[in-house]
């Protein structure tokens, strides 16, 4: 009976945890940001490379790498600015990928009638 009051709180737990935002450029867990030392170029095509030899995609904000649990949808993003949407399980450093998108740059200004400059 105590067991099943503990697997049942903890359950409990899980469900409560809500999903992360994070965002950061697509690497490997080999060169994290610098791909200057595997002498491959542009950084997508070391990133590829790396993961063919057994490195793994993940997640670097500017100061943590955090690996990826999907290892497939990164690939078409590979060295550019993504948001990531998961759970992050911190003792591993392991996001539970939920969405992969990429980071969109600045809004566009309006344009059409009135949104312009006028004389």
């Known amino acids: ?59 670097f904000d500017g100061k943590n790498l955090y690996r990826l649990s999907d290892q497939q949808t990164p690939e078409k993003y590979a060295a550019q600015k993504v948001r990531v949407t998961g759970m992050l399980y911190e003792k591993t450093g392991i996001i539970k990928v939920e969405k992969i998108e990429p980071l969109e740059s600045a809004p566009a200004k309006p344009s059409g009638p009135g949104t312009g400059h006028r004389h």
């Open 1 to 59: 009976m105590k067991q099943l009051t503990i697997l049942l709180a903890l359950a409990v737990l899980a469900a409560a945890q809500k999903p992360q935002v994070f965002t950061g450029v697509i690497t490997c867990t080999m060169c994290k940001n610098d791909h200057k030392a595997m002498g491959i170029s542009p950084d997508d095509k070391c990133v590829r490379e790396c993961i063919k030899h057994g490195a793994k995609y993940a997640l």
